[in-house]
């Protein structure tokens, strides 16, 4: 049951498992619904169907997936039973957590996302350290002083530059540093919010955690969800070995 419910923790997973619960479909179908590639999609099919809750069934060269009703009945179960008073405490102390204060008088708030790469993190790693190799996923050119204190400097779309500077740096593990905007009527301000990668190796691929934290407002955390969103496809494709093409970005200011 462990796997299951690790299984479904990540949110494409649970999408997934509404999309194969009406009937059977190929990895390349259920691949059009999402922003990612199609090698990420395998992976999590190959992660529900290890858990129990998804079967597979070859169909000449096609491979067919669909929701098990047992395995999914028997989740279901386990959470009913699991989810209690001492669960609920234990949400309200997460969320807690998750308000961190900054200068002790405004909340922080997180963006965060998990996502399976095709590729190393060796591969991630150089996507998200180099510069020519950053903007080929987000920005239009950047600035990397790659050591504790150094710059990082992102000229994302026109008119929006992103400045922090790193604060750890763990090829090909983690690499965290901060992030604002140099001008504008952004509230997040230079440096005044963090960035935090994790690649965690997985099979031969990368689960990528992704955080932005002590965001000022909802507001600002929902903006840069949108941001970041579209920018993480466009690392997951590349580092794929797939051409995200142009960013369609850099014609239009961002909303």
Known sequence: MDAAVKAIAEPRRRQILELVREGELSAGEIAAHFDVTRPAISQHLGVLKEAGLVSERRNGTRRLYLARPDGLRDLQAFLNGFWDERLEALRRESERKEAV?????????????EIAIAASPEIVWELLTKEDEAIAWMGQSATFDLRPGGIYRVDVIPGNVARGEFVEIDPPHRLVFTWGWEEGASPVGPGSSTVEFELIPDGDGTLLRFRHFNLPSAEAAESHSHGWDHYLARLATLASGSDPGRDRWLERPMS
Do not use: F, K, P, Y
Not at 101 to 113: C, K, L, N, P
């Open 101 to 113: 204060h900054v200068d002790g008088v405004t909340a922080g708030i997180s963006v965060e996302r």
